[in-house]
């Protein structure tokens, strides 16, 4: 004897109906077959129950009706009269007992357990017409079941009792209702919902079958929903206990309850695709053949947290018991128990739906706990899901536990409790409901994706912007050869953005842009990443502006890691700076600004290397204006200052109004911030600027203007350039950090010094420590530019992607 079971999902329309014949059909041994109810029925029929209006309460059971009869034409059952009068018979009685004054438990199950019997007769015509030998069980003579009426569990000892003295004869395929079951009395009883595949375990244990199959809508088992993850791997083989925490934990492909009855008999369980019935689906069985492994994360919404605390349960022996022996007298049954090792709080988690029920229920009991103050009062959280990782792997290998909590903190998820299942198969957390997807998408990517993805929201689309977007385009092969999922999801001005969950195309996101008339808000980005649909959000911000710098903690508080070139924030009040990095800290974001000095060349990364491996360095000196350096380098080469800022303005090289480079504010900005790197706690205000142009240049009016004055300084420049000529030196315009001492100034330097050569636009940095000393550690390269400074940003963003290690499922 082989059992299959075909749930709503396979019987969905006529032609999913006439898919499950052909499967049958392949079956040349005695079968016995468990159907649910077609698709979505048991939920109308559960409305049908708890409708007040006789008006509603027909309209439901005309729609099921209506549907059936749909179905009966559309598979040529028309003309089959038996078929009606069954199809008839189990509406009237439907009716019937909805008159009654009140709907007693058992008739609830016999109301809801009505759509197995309606798809029961359904497929019984079918087959009869092509010509099987099928005949038709009723479940409730041979499986007892006690417990809630509702959710009941069957008795393996009486049920076999009652098949074996009913020793029923079997046709060649037999049909049964899922679902339903009876009590010891023979009272109508459910299995609970989705308790089909429960069914399906117990005739196979009745039976002693040598198979299950449960044929549903997904090839087999994934190590995650796929509805939830894309692609989730499907999982070829698990063990029973693999397979009972998943479904446990959430799973909805299988029934919780499904594997024992199996267990007890060693049969193996397929999981089969009856839309690719040539999958060979997920085998469940005994033992592991193969690695021990992580099979699958899953997760259960409608959960409430309640947390007993104080003084009472350490003070007392069976505190714990007690509470739970309180709840368990009264049916509800918890999911998850996490006590803390000092014993002071148990929190545990149960069914929101019963939530009201339980918090009563230990109210009453521990009234005189609480009223003395030996127990607090009890805290709900309501709202909340479980996450659980599931495998045999758990067990082996070191570090999973550790590497599943990361994956969820990532996500800027709390985490409010966490246990590990006694068999250590299954470790899970509480956290937020609304976050639970995302949780099981990081947690599946961070142990069955070695494809990594990061979602970049870029603020500012100007110069630097542009150029880091056509950088990610044109990097999108290479990353991908990488297993890099680099998406654009959103692109903003100071006007207008434009997103995209699935990432922007290339083609697209400038059409997007101009057609958009929404204007970017903190509030949006919230919403946005409140979706849960982005997975490493990242936000870019390209733009020099002081507003969108002053969001910077709001960013990192709603779950964005920060990549800036903007220098606004770091060289702003020393107390946000240190804020922002703490925040970052705390929030596991990463906050990176390395283009804010020297755009790509990587100067604070080779700050923070020396500090970190123990150096002290004592002195910074560098040319940090690429526009600065330009100017100077032709002035060096013989042309007059006011031709050399023409030039190089003209060039693009500086701002549109040069004053923002001469006056030297942008190069004391960043010698701040590498004194902040280095340690030092300084502000803006400590820095001695002294500009390019003599103190009593005339700065006003328009940059016209401005301009037309340079050549009045033409001389003076002269006169310093041959000056320093005359000694063997040059002039170059210099940050210097030496130890208290911060000064942006134009200097003369001589030739051994290593910024005498840098010209050209060149940015350079020496550094000065006790291991680089007499002889400085000497950066140097392009360090302004577009393209520089978007490479350099592209450099903080790839490094948002955590480190990844093998696959670890089999
Ligand atoms: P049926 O109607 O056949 O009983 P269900 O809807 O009860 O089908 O169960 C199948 C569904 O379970 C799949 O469509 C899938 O969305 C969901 N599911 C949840 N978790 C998993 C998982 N880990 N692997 C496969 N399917 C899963
Ligand atoms: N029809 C029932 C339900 O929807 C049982 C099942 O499908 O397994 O819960
Ligand atoms: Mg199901």
Redesign the pocket.
């Known amino acids: 004897m082989k059992v299959l079971k075909f ?1 709503g999902s396979s019987l969905a329309d006529a032609q999913s109906m006439l898919q499950v014949a052909d499967i049958i059909g392949q079956e040349r041994n005695n079968t016995l077959v468990v159907l ?1 109810a077609i698709a979505n029925t048991t939920n109308e029929l559960q409305l049908f129950c708890t409708s007040q209006t006789s008006t509603t309460t027909e309209s439901i059971l005309e729609s099921i009706a209506r549907y059936h009869a749909k179905l009966a034409a559309e598979l040529g059952l028309s003309n089959d009269s038996l078929l009606k009068q069954k199809l008839d018979f189990v509406f009237q009685q439907m009716q019937e007992l909805k008159a009654k004054p009140e709907l007693g438990d058992s008739d609830i199950a016999v109301i809801l357990s009505a759509g197995e019997y309606l798809s029961c007769y359904l497929l019984l015509a079918l087959l009869q017409k092509q010509g099987m030998s099928v005949a038709m069980i009723d479940s409730k003579d041979y499986i007892v079941a006690e417990g809630a009426t509702l959710d009941s569990r069957a008795e393996l000892t009486r049920s076999m009792r009652k098949w074996q003295e009913a020793a029923p004869t079997f046709s060649h395929i037999n049909l049964a209702p899922g679902f339903i079951a009876a009590t010891q009395s023979g009272d109508a009883c459910l299995l609970g919902r ?1 308790g ?2 429960y069914s399906a375990a117990l005739f196979s244990y009745l039976t002693d079958a040598q198979a299950c199959e449960i044929w ?1 809508d997904v090839s087999g088992i994934h190590a995650a929903d796929p509805r939830i993850v894309e692609n989730a791997k499907l999982m070829p083989s698990m063990t029973y206990q693999e397979a009972m925490e998943l479904a446990h934990h959430g799973a ?1 492909v299988l ?1 919780p309850k499904t594997i024992f009855p199996l267990q007890l008999k060693s049969i193996p369980l397929r999981i089969k695709n009856t839309f690719a019935p040539a999958d060979s689906g997920t085998l469940i069985q005994p033992l592991h053949h193969g690695q021990d492994s992580i099979k699958g994360v899953s997760y259960q919404p409608d959960i409430c947290l309640l947390n007993v605390s104080g003084a009472y349960l350490r003070n007392s022996y069976g505190s714990a018991a007690r509470i739970f022996e309180t709840l368990a007298a009264k049916h509800i049954s918890i999911i998850l128990i996490s006590q803390s090792s000092s014993e002071y709080s148990i929190c545990f988690a149960i069914r929101n739906s019963e939530c009201k029920r339980a918090l009563h229920i230990l109210n009453s009991e521990f009234e005189n706990e609480i009223r003395q103050g030996q127990l607090n009062p009890i805290q709900v959280d309501k709202s909340r899901a479980i996450v659980s990782l599931v495998g045999q792997g758990l067990k082996n290998r070191k570090g999973v536990a550790y590497k599943f909590l990361q994956a969820i903190s990532h996500g800027n998820i709390n985490i409010e409790a966490i246990a590990q299942g006694s068999s250590e198969s299954s470790i899970s957390v509480v956290i937020k409901g609304e976050q639970a997807k995302q949780a099981c998408q990081l947690v599946y990517a961070e142990f069955f994706n070695r494809r990594q993805r990061l979602d970049l929201f870029i603020i500012g689309c100007g110069n630097v912007g542009q150029e880091l977007i056509r950088q990610v385009y044109a990097q999108q092969s290479f990353l991908q050869d990488k297993n890099i999922a680099l998406r654009i999801c959103l692109v903003a001005n100071s006007k207008r953005y434009v997103s995209c969950k699935d990432g922007l195309l290339e083609s697209d996101w400038q059409t997007g842009l101009q057609q958009s008339s929404n204007t970017l808000s903190k509030e949006i980005l919230s919403q946005l990443l409140a979706s849960g649909d982005y997975i490493n959000p990242t936000l870019v911000d390209c733009t020099c502006s002081e507003k969108v710098s002053e969001q910077y903690a709001d960013y990192i508080e709603m779950g964005f890691n920060l990549v800036t070139a903007n220098k606004k924030a770091n060289s702003g009040p020393y107390s946000y700076y240190q804020q922002l990095k703490m925040l970052a800290h705390q929030k596991f974001r990463k906050y990176l600004y390395e283009t804010n000095v020297g755009a790509g060349l990587p100067v604070l990364k080779t700050i923070d290397s020396l500090i970190t491996s123990g150096d002290a360095i004592h002195r910074v000196e560098g040319i940090l204006s690429g526009s600065l350096s330009f100017i100077l380098g032709q002035m060096e080469e013989g042309k007059s200052f006011s031709e050399a800022v023409l030039e190089t303005k003209s060039l693009g090289f500086t701002e549109p109004d040069p004053r923002d480079d001469l006056g030297g504010m942008d190069v004391a900005r960043k010698l701040l911030i590498l004194a902040r790197e280095v340690g030092a706690q300084y502000e803006l205000s400590d820095i001695v600027i002294e500009g390019l142009l003599p103190s009593d240049f005339n700065l006003n009016g328009s940059t016209e203007e401005f301009m037309q004055r340079l050549p009045q300084v033409d001389h003076y420049f002269a006169e310093l350039f041959a000056r320093a000529k005359s000694n063997n030196e040059t002039l170059k315009y210099i940050a210097c950090f030496n130890d208290n001492k911060l000064e942006v100034s134009l200097q003369s330097v001589s030739q051994d010094n290593p910024l005498y050569s840098v010209k050209n636009g060149e940015n350079a940095i020496a550094i000065y420590s006790h291991y680089y000393s007499p002889i400085p550690l000497v950066l140097k390269g392009y360090g302004a530019g577009a393209k520089v400074t978007a490479a350099g940003l592209f450099a903080d963003v790839l490094q948002n992607i955590p480190h990844r290690e093998q696959e670890i499922s089999s």
């Open positions: 749930g649910s989705n089909s595949d549903t909805k029934h």
